[in-house]
């Protein structure tokens, strides 16, 4: 079941880098929901590739419907989409599946697949399919706009640069639409110098940039969530991990947490015109794997882009040596970037499976 | 679904804090597998209570198997076993639904479940459920023994005190052995002294302290894992959430990660005695949610126990006011520390369903 | 996950006939949900052995519960409950692992499982996990019942002797309890005295009797089910295939609409005091999948106990010799007699299901 | 997760009728197995649309892959598949959502989706949704052919008219290819000119007609299944229930076994050249929800056609008013024709996965 998520949204995706399609199929929605394509196409042009900062690869990324809308509206028939791959050069790619590149899939992929692994720009493995789940994505964030949540990322960190931080507590669909505004979508617009400069440093040098994205999600209902092991953080998470080169999670104060006392840490309740609210957000939104009311936090470190064009050892699998490989192909800098409208497609994709 | 985790290695739990009795149902383990029940003691026991630095609780935690085993062999039907709770002190809890305790899942719960929710001791939310866990992961750990398959935990930090982390290229069996030894699960002896000083310390405070745990599983196969939504990350994560105050959980790098470069981050790959190998292990074994053969490595930040003895601010739902909060009960300063041995419980459950 | 079903009323069994106990652990029911112990006890009270026509196994069948249940009312927590085996006698069913029973799951199991099956009693292939089911069943027809559904079955034929069936239009809870108030499950008393011969004459040749059991459900809301793979019929059908000696099942006309041409079969619509409804109801209450809201009607065909005193043919599995085997133990002459309150429980676990 | 079945085989169906495709997305085939796609269209045809007995759409069912093939070789991804609708005709269903067609799904399919269902050709209750679903038993039943097994299905009844049913100890896929070489698949040629006159009279009449489709599989290792809720039965029923028309399903003797004692019923077991058989095959080769070995043999009756041109009494969902209706449109007068592949595929389709 690897390829499909949820048990009320249930979002199945398929493709890889270099066949015919990538696409998804997405199950669960009632019938009569409307859908409005320009504001999914609006949201899919934030992870499509372009730009100075990202690779040079050029796919409109227009998902054609094959079937479960009608007149603009969802019919109770699942909704499946193909994006078709009409940049995909795949004498980039020729060798990986003997020489794997570091820090990528290839080996591990030739271990569980064999010679039969589609090696091609990644094969399954490749972002390529967050083009899909981003659709999905649109799916769930016009439907949870519906029931009056909003949901919004930004680029916490990117190398040693900081972004400043959603506040915990206050944050809410307006910081959503200034990130969204900016040429990157950083929360304070005075570091983007400072974030193309270490980007453009990395391109330069044939080398990438890790980044920290943070997400919040406002106006949830509190108490959505099955814990012990489909509580909001297990299946945010669950659907986070779809998303290639993320190395952790952390949900509010997250590995911070560890560090403080109870004391310092805890977030008192108090009544705030009648309603229950914390002081402080340390626990981002989420007590016992439920949501709580306040706004769902949770930030999601993606590592430095493993395809570099400098040189690297790695071993021939075929001949049994050890090599030097040099990775040409068009590569993002800095994954992270455009990892940030995938992050918001995970977490909505995962929400409205919740509430449902 | 949300007690169920597993699809081949099948892990069904129940029970609260002050019900008869907690339990779980494990389904999918093939006939004549041998099962010793005094190593799973053994293992239960590291996270039962008592001990100078952990709740007063006294439980003898022996599981009574229902079904499943025959003359200590499994024979293909579930294996079911309770765990009596016979020290429970409800009196102890009396009111928390009303005045629901800061940072715990009380509130929450209230609102996903009503008035009926039980709240005594946390109801199923109390870390009292990590004892079936353990007995689940008590037989997990040794099918993947059988497979010559090891794991391990310790205290990778408490509060600001550090250990020293695994060797993420050469940790072994050798470590985990090492780590069991002590008194309390910490890699490096020379720093049970000071974690001893700062929990105590937090004891003496009625405050609590966070900490961190850090798993590595050794000697597993490459390419296991089913990404992109059940991939190692994906399994392990969803199953970790299921323990109790855990707010992240990052792989190999993790975080820090997101701070470096390509060139610094990637793991080159090498041959070493015909073997594929990676020189660093930045990747933490986990390659496009699969494992590469590497050692699996991966930290667990665990937030300060919510119950503290200090008054805390808190609302009283059932008059609309404001109200201040002295929780007694009897609590553990720091759930990390017997939250190692659960991370190792979670950590096999995973890995077993991945194998099956 | 052969030992679960259920994506919101969540079932999972356990237990061997032999065993300590069998069990049941159901998940997914909010709380605040009022369970009376003593009707739970009546229904289980109809599948307990005992009685001239059954085994002459002797088990009070009372259920412990173990959590989930706090003061008469579901908590939210799952409800776990076991019953004990108290009168298995494992001396009567050695030799079955080498010498297997015709037509019984013994060779197939050994197939499966190898020696470490748990032939005792038939392991978990024996009916005796009905209990436990009908545990789940007599909770499920409580929150059936207070939604106004109603459901329940009768013998519809037991070998050549048939029953008067269910009128499929008409059908009603007083219907149901008619055929509760009599001696044994008939709808027409009058063929209780040919029912009853039937099977005394077969338990006097040490042979057995097959049976079909008619069930109908009424008053459910219309547009149940989720085809093409979860329907109605669908999800009826992998409940009722957990009942041991089921062969069949039909739904409405059933195998007779196979016969029948369009305009016979046909359900035409008509407003009846402004409610939609079907002149006749051979659809059995199920259209696409879906509930139609006339009341649902399915048949299940039991064969006849496998379980026979006659010397039959078998195989000695250890020596590879064709022996002759006779079956002492005590046995159902015919299964189909206590499967009736089984097939309302399955029904029951698989409506619930789908309507929370 | 209605349109997806299945653990390891994972099969996702999407599409309506008059949708702009159907389709199917393959999850959970290891890489490097062949496809052979002439034999897939081969397979397909089939069921396809057109001949002088079945329904004047003409529909080339020809399927698009979009991914997971690789050089004639599956490479771990999934397996997407779109079949275009090309020869739709919407105009000829105007007015079903008012007017609902007897024992059609337009009625239940109204009240589950409200007035935003796509009626347009039974939308996704069409048997449409069976082209994707052949193309993936195509797939399972080359997969399942790699391991020795074969199955095949025939009309065992079309009205009135008996065909010869299989010998359930010695059938084969000797009889598969002969059922496969005449006209209709039957196991007796014979009836065929029968059973065309049937179906004629039945058309000539503006009438339809219902019939049964025996199955069987050959050469199915024993133990296979996962009872109680996964067992072959349950499992095989999930799936031939998503095959519009399908009313009732039974293996071996089935429903005739109620009538029989178990003296008749019991299949004995016995040696045959070394090898564990039974001397009959009522059991239709499972065995407490396992594989026994023995031929696999089910029957799926499908009632008539609900589609007929002789006029019918419905209701006027929009004015509230008994109305009469007259279906146009162009109808097989006995999906149980088209329903024998189907029966196939399904059966393919749960094979594998209980095999994979």
């Known amino acids: 079941m690897s390829f499909s998520y949820g048990e009320r949204f249930r979002v199945t995706l398929f493709g890889q880098s270099h066949a015919p399609s990538v696409g998804v199929v997405i199950d669960g929605l009632p019938a009569g929901i409307p859908f409005d394509m320009d504001a999914a196409l609006a949201f899919m042009a934030r992870r499509a590739p372009g730009g100075a900062l990202a690779t040079a690869r050029q796919e409109a990324d227009v998902p054609e419907i094959l079937s479960g809308l009608v007149n603009g509206h969802t019919c109770g028939a699942p909704i499946a989409a193909v994006i078709r791959n009409t940049d995909a050069r795949s004498g980039d790619y020729a060798g990986f599946?003997?020489?794997?590149?570091?820090?990528?899939?290839?080996?591990?992929?030739?271990?569980?697949?064999?010679a039969f692994h589609d090696v091609r720009g990644g094969g399954y493995f490749s972002a390529r399919l967050t083009a899909p789940l981003c659709f999905a994505g649109a799916i769930a964030i016009q439907a949870l706009a519906a029931r009056?949540?909003?949901l919004g990322a930004h680029l916490y960190s990117v190398a040693q640069v900081q972004d400043t931080p959603f506040d915990p507590v206050t944050v809410s669909s307006i910081d959503f639409a200034r990130v969204r505004a900016h040429a990157l979508p950083v929360n304070d617009e005075t570091i983007l110098p400072a974030i193309q400069q270490v980007i453009e440093d990395a391109r330069a040098t044939q080398d990438s940039v890790g980044?920290?994205?943070?997400?919040?999600?406002?106006?949830?209902?509190?108490?959505?969530?099955?814990?012990?092991?489909?509580?909001?953080?297990?299946?945010?998470?669950?659907?986070?991990?779809?998303?290639?080169?993320?190395?952790?999670?952390?949900?509010?104060?997250?590995?911070?947490?560890?560090?403080?006392?109870?004391?310092?840490?805890?977030?008192?309740?108090?009544?705030?015109?009648?309603?229950?609210?914390?002081?402080?957000?340390?626990?981002?939104?989420?007590?016992?794997?439920?949501?709580?009311?306040?706004?769902?936090?949770?930030?999601?470190?993606?590592?430095?882009?493993?395809?570099?064009?400098?040189e690297q050892d790695t071993v021939n699998l075929a001949t049994g040596e050890n090599v030097r490989l040099s990775i040409m192909g068009r590569h993002d800098p800095c994954v992270a970037l455009r990892a940030v409208p995938c992050v918001e497609a995970a977490a909505a994709v995962a929400l409205l499976d919740m509430m449902l």
């Not at 020489?99 to 697949?113: E, G, I, Q, V, W």
């Not at 943070?214 to 509190?222: K, Q, R």
């Not at 998303?243 to 004391?263: C, D, H, K, T, Y």
């Open 97 to 114: 599946l003997d020489t794997p590149r570091p820090s990528h899939a290839d080996y591990a992929a030739f271990l569980k697949h064999g």
């Open 148 to 150: 009056g949540i909003a």
């Open 211 to 310: 980044g920290i994205v943070e997400c919040a999600a406002t106006n949830l209902p509190g108490g959505l969530g099955d814990p012990p092991f489909d509580g909001v953080e297990n299946r945010l998470c669950r659907v986070l991990f779809a998303i290639p080169a993320l190395r952790g999670v952390e949900f509010g104060a997250g590995f911070a947490a560890a560090a403080m006392r109870g004391s310092a840490h805890n977030d008192p309740f108090l009544y705030e015109n009648g309603v229950v609210k914390t002081h402080t957000n340390h626990h981002g939104g989420a007590l016992g794997g439920l949501t709580s009311g306040m706004p769902l936090l949770f930030r999601a470190a993606f590592k430095p882009t493993p395809s570099i064009g400098m």
